[in-house]
């Protein structure tokens, strides 16, 4: 599927150009599809842009347009409609030439790193973990479709004053964390945490076992080293079941930042941008003031001499610029750190580790909520277990498919029940928040995966039907005729993935993918409705078969980019 919709932006700029002067040619043509039929494919503001910029009769400045255009090769005449409006419709032809060609992305020799996932050791992934790891799959497959070199950066949380506790208490109970499961670590942490709290001879220790951890002590790193590993084996467990692309090369946790950070001080000092406040050494930026108006500072080291949170992602970010060579930075992570990134951008920006042409996003979402519509947790307001979760979509995937037979139903319910979260996940504004609703995600009908997943499923089976009967493969011909509406609206919308694709790498927001991907399904079933396909004749037959075809292809690639399977039957 070639994109149609640049190519005419491109010809209405140029015509602007050539009515008005070379600088009309910088407007942007705000080409959209069309809102009803009757306006033809697409609808173009560009006349009314221009006549406000002119300062004259915005019909005039339409005519005037309409007149220098050069599209007789794509599209019937263009029309002007209401005030100025400028609609466009292809022809027949140059629609199904535009299903029919494949769409291609070139390189942009651009790097994007992407941090996403980012779990804790010693602590259960949550569902804003969840979040995270699909939302940064599926915006890490699109940005790669689109040319660029994606580096994946899992920034797990596997630093901090935490571990000199947790060793000390695994050293009184005689404990070896590689024992101890996730759960087990988890439930270390707590002991030791009260035990910190109540026993100031006991804090003393732990204190001194951070020194030790930090300074590169070999016998508590190697405890320390154990946690990690039970951590990150009890992760990839996670992204197994989920189907992820993250592997343990991405992991680059906060811990390996760890002998940057003095320089990271000393550089900011260098630069002046360090001030001490209450013995932390702060940087104050404008623009960054609290509620009561006072100013918000990041502070860079602690007054105990110890690095935080934010002098890991200062040095990470300088780490992404001058060693991996970011060009963009994408950071997925809820959107309650939209603040702090915001500083780390900014900071570095003043130090110059980010340079304005490298790009840093923070990537922010919001909460998943229970039934209850209050943030996701246990009955005891513990995190709830993701795989807990999971096994339970698939369980309920593998209900919906109880009577179907002559499929894999194992293999088929795992793709259904992961799928059909991770849509839910990916298919509303990624900023709002979203009720974790099984019933609701593995739906058969509505905007939800399952539904997307059986479109394609039926198209598969059709189309092995229609080469069954003519005894071969079916290797699909070309769409050459497009007579029916309902025809024409698929047609027009499979004209359209490249383009939304290149949103989604632009925006970073993956429900417009969703809504896309639902849209062609819903105008498939009205395309079934009103134009029979095996059963119709001759070169109309070919042609729908192709159609069918091409739709499959965008189902397929589309689901795939959302980091979804799409079984050939369900
Ligand atoms: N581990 C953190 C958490 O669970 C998220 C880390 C986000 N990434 C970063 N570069 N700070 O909240």
Redesign the pocket.
Known sequence: MSAVLPVLAARLSTAAAAAFGPSYGDLDPELRSATKPEFGHYQSNLALRLANALGRPPREVAARLVDVLEIADLCEPAEIAGPGFVNLRLRASTLAAAVNEPRTFTSRHQRVVV??S???VA?QM?V??LR?TVIGDALCNVLQYVGYDVVR?N???DWGTQYGMMIEQSLEESLDPKDLDLQGLQLLYERSRKHFDADAVFAGKSRNRVVLLQSGDPETRASWRRMVDVSLADFDQVYALLDSKLTRADVVG?SAYNDELPRVVDDLTAAGLLTESDGALCAFLPGFTGRDGQPLPVIVRKSDGGFG?SA??LA?VRHRVSTLHADRIV????HR?AL??EQ?FALARAADWLPPTTTAEHVGFGTVLGPDGKPFKTRAGGTVKLTTLLDEAVSRAAALLEDRDGIDREATAKVVGIGAVKYADLSSDRGNDYVFDLDRMVAMTGNTGPYLQYAHARLTRLLSKAGAEHDQVTEPGQVTELKEPAEERLALLLTGFADVVEQVAETLQPHRLCTYLYDVATALSVFYEQCPVLTSQGSTRASRIALCAATRTVLQDGLGLLGMQAPDAM
């Open positions: 941090d996403y980012q779990p804790n602590k949550h804003g973990h995270s950066q920034h797990v949380g906060e949170y890991t992602d990470a950071y997925v992570v809820d750190q702090h990134f780390i």
